[in-house]
T-cell receptor, first 112, second 113 residues
Framework: KAGVTQTPRYLIKTRGQQVTLSCSPI?????VSWYQQTPGQGLQFLFE???????NKGNFPGRFSGRQFSNSRSEMNVSTLELGDSALYLC???????????FGQGTRLTVV | QQQVKQSPQSLIVQKGGISIINCAYE??????FPWYQQFPGKGPALLIA?????SEKKEGRFTISFNKSAKQFSLHIMDSQPGDSATYFC????????????FGKGTHLIIQP
């Protein structure tokens, strides 16, 4: 079974631009969560989607948004990028009713 | 507010020794406690997890000990090997898990040959 796939692996963007990251969950998993990982703040929960609905959102500004498609694939978008948005963005998927979260390798976003 | 506190920040253990990482939580609603292992350039990988109705869970060389009254849990790595050198994160979640995982700050573990 293929794991969680995130694309692209690396991105360099300029301050003020927007970016879209993609996540394909493990086949059969319908829950997708996004996390931001930085050296200073560690791993922080962004939001969680299940059956195309956002069920919860972490403490991040409205510039961070996401969506989930009918095939459970998910995207997250960050608008008006700031230098502080530079981070590793991780996607995790879980099965229906399952608590185990399986992470992808992440997308390394650098804002210059 | 840091809801899951992890210690130590870094740890050096000799090959064959026992590595011990501790975590404490504040939210009594947490009911699922996983540990993750992360190598440089990789995403976190689920190692082992425990629920509060169990005091200990063992999988191979990895053991979680859980103390509900103290709101603490720990990871023990027996017979530590150089390949175990990585960053380890404890985490906690509640309910259906839709609130996401709350992570500790991580422990950078180095196993010296």
């Amino acid at each position: 079974k293929a794991g969680v796939t995130q694309t692209p692996r690396y991105l360099i963007k300029t301050r003020g631009q927007q970016v879209t990251l993609s996540c394909s969950p493990i086949s059969g998993h319908r829950s997708v969560s996004w996390y931001q990982q930085t050296p200073g703040q560690g791993l922080q929960f962004l939001f969680e989607y299940f059956s195309e609905t956002q069920r919860n959102k972490g403490n991040f500004p409205g510039r961070f948004s996401g969506r989930q498609f009918s095939n459970s694939r998910s995207e997250m978008n960050v608008s008006t990028l700031e230098l502080g948005d530079s981070a590793l963005y991780l996607c995790a998927s879980s099965s229906v009713g399952g608590r185990e979260a399986f992470f992808g390798q992440g997308t390394r976003l650098t804002v210059v | 507010q840091q809801q899951v506190k992890q210690s130590p920040q870094s740890l050096i253990v000799q090959k064959g020794g026992i590595s011990i990482i501790n975590c404490a939580y504040e939210n009594t609603a947490f009911d699922y406690f996983p540990w993750y292992q992360q190598f440089p350039g990789k995403g976190p990988a689920l190692l082992i997890a425990i629920r509060p109705d169990v005091s200990e869970k063992k999988e191979g060389r990895f053991t979680i000990s859980f103390n509900k009254s103290a709101k603490q849990f720990s990871l023990h790595i027996m017979d530590s090997q150089p390949g175990d050198s990585a960053t380890y994160f404890c985490a906690a979640s509640r309910g259906r898990g839709a609130d996401g995982l709350t992570f500790g700050k991580g422990t950078h573990l180095i196993i010296q040959p």
